[in-house]
């Protein structure tokens, strides 16, 4: 495999990063089943894409394959989580033990993309204290020195809606917060200084399922 | 308000579809704060899109503004709840009531969307019988009876990955679903008939955040 250094992350497009997670879990299929080399072709009929698209998104970063050998699934893997950030194992914070919190911690999403989950924190004093995942839950009253403690980078925030901008703004400025992940449903963008912010609004799927279901219904 | 027949949905792109559930969460909010009417350019500073862009995303379905007036919120807020289909009440079920399964049953993402969630399923014989959010957590044995009984069109898939696959297929085959949220990180597209499909990866989305902010780093 050629190993060229990829060009600065400003040429890739947001397109192309939006979808390398997607490569990512192809390819982490393709190792768990033991497959070594992937064509552009299979790789492409596995991903339901072009092999075209393929070569175009991995020559952003300056290609992996060899002409005629295809990828070197590992290799591949490798470069695509470290280009994704995934080899600087951030520190995450989850903030609201609520369903989602509770859904979310101790799920494995965190551990195979190379973050770690090290605190949980709510303000409901019958949950604080006890464990969860094996962490405790922690008062609010903790979280700036948590933060600053544990060079923690990445808050997943699972506070309810109305809390969501004011619990953001405490941990972007008083913790050092830099990356948001907001399963809060109130939309942060451009509110939390330079912050970055992931939106997840669950609900907008569950809408387009609808508008493709009832399109159906007008078909038939 | 112009009430013009909206054309039929094959003219319409899915990048306007994706786009409308924000439109539904921004009119939403208004609604919430008692603004009755908005124009293109006010809505567009909110949702931080141009406003060019809503005209022409709104004139696909006939247009609901008029020049110099602006939107009628509710009025826009009706139609757009009216193409997404959420005036269609579908019926749903959760199959799976671990962590995620738990974190969506009761939720009110169903109800604001117009979706009833009308049973919850597993097969752990140890949860099997008690209550969650008010519904009894029924066994896999009762789902197709379940299912055909209560005009059930979408199942939340909240199995775990190695399990989807064929519980959809079940679903699918037998029990009459047409339309998966599927949160159980198998890929389901193109594999269960003529199924309309959301998969929901998570774990993708927290790749982004930690790319953008590795990229953040490097910057520094």
Chains 1, 2 share one sequence.
């Not at 400003?10 to 997607?22: H, Q, T």
């Not at 005629?68 to 590992?74: K, T």
């Not at 101790?106 to 551990?111: A, T």
């Not at 195979?112 to 949980?120: D, T």
């Amino acid at each position: 495999m050629n190993s060229i250094t990829p060009p600065p992350s400003k040429y890739v497009s947001k397109a192309v990063i939006k979808r390398l997670p997607r490569y990512f879990r192809y390819l982490r299929e393709l190792i768990r089943n033991g497959t070594l080399r992937i064509s552009s072709k299979d790789l492409a009929a596995k991903m339901n894409i072009t092999s075209s698209q393929i070569r175009q998104d991995l020559n952003c970063f300056g290609g992996f394959g060899q002409q005629g050998y295809g990828y070197n699934v590992m290799s591949l893997y490798m470069e695509i989580s470290k280009i994704l950030g995934l080899e600087e194992n951030f520190k995450a914070i989850i903030v609201g033990m609520g369903n989602i919190g509770k859904a979310l911690a101790g799920n494995p999403l965190f551990e195979k993309r190379g973050v770690s989950v090290s605190g949980l924190f709510d303000i409901n004093p019958e949950i604080i204290g006890s464990e969860y995942a094996g962490l405790k839950i922690r008062p609010m009253t903790e979280i700036e020195d948590f933060c600053k403690q544990n060079s923690v980078s990445i808050a997943v925030l699972a506070v309810p809606k109305s809390e969501g901008e004011s619990v953001a703004k405490f941990l972007y400025n008083e913790c050092g917060i830099k990356g948001f992940w907001n399963f809060s449903n109130m939309e942060l963008s451009n509110k939390i200084g330079d912050a970055i912010i992931e939106n997840i609004h669950l609900g907008d799927t569950l809408m387009t399922l609808c508008y493709e279901l009832s399109q159906r219904n007008k078909e038939k």
